[in-house]
Nanobody
């Protein structure tokens, strides 16, 4: 069974930056569309950003546009989420999700993804 693992979460002050990483075992991320989702207790999980298998296409939730950047390094088989100018409302558990997809598309819909990580906590607080 493939496994997806997130890393890089933590505590940061408002206006600060964090970089999340997504890695996988049992599959090659190069062939997968990847997305980051986040969830706050008591609320639905929200799509944050997605990147196509070839890295050419990306999309972002309106709430993070201009502050977050998704990228991938297919040579290292990694996907990243660079988060700048963090706000308290960005506090959540962040999940990496992947699906085999060689159509150069992106999606922020949960149901489009097959494999999920356990999540990493991001807390933005002074």
């Amino acid at each position: 069974q493939p496994q997806v693992v997130e890393s890089g979460g933590g505590l940061v002050q408002p206006g600060g930056s964090l970089s999340l990483s997504c890695a996988a075992s049992g599959l090659t991320l190069y062939y997968y569309m990847v997305a980051w989702f986040r969830q706050v207790p008591g609320k639905e999980r929200e799509g944050v950003s997605s990147i196509s298998d070839n890295g050419v296409n990306t999309n972002y939730a309106d709430s993070v546009k201009g502050r977050f950047t998704i990228s991938r390094d297919n040579a290292k088989d990694m996907v990243y989420l660079q988060m700048n100018n963090l706000k308290p409302e960005d506090t959540a558990v962040y999940y990496c999700a992947v699906v085999w997809q060689r159509t150069q598309t992106t999606s922020l819909l949960e149901d489009d993804y097959d494999y999920w990580g356990q999540g990493t906590q991001v807390t933005v607080s002074s």
